[in-house]
């Protein structure tokens, strides 16, 4: 996870779902230009989307979750869960 931050920025499904996108803002989250956060709820939101798109990428999500959230810290039930 990157140092201290400034700036908190929750990450909606809108810019999860696009995998460019998310990727892009995970690069910025993890040097450390912004903290970023969402919550259980987006999670599903995202991956179901996706899932509905892309039939052949059901059930494989989890390992991109996962290391999004490791990549900032993400526990989820924690304070990640509600704002």
Do not use: Q
């Amino acid at each position: 996870m990157a140092g201290h931050v400034r700036y908190t920025a929750l990450l909606d499904a809108c810019v999860l779902y696009p995998l460019a996108m998310a990727d892009s803002l995970m690069s910025l989250a993890t040097a450390g230009f912004f903290a970023a956060k969402w919550t259980t709820r987006i999670e599903d939101e995202w991956i179901r989307a996706i899932e509905r798109n892309r039939p052949d990428l059901v059930g494989k999500l989890n390992v991109r979750r996962d290391a999004m959230r490791e990549s900032v810290g993400f526990r989820p039930g924690k304070c990640n869960r509600r704002f």
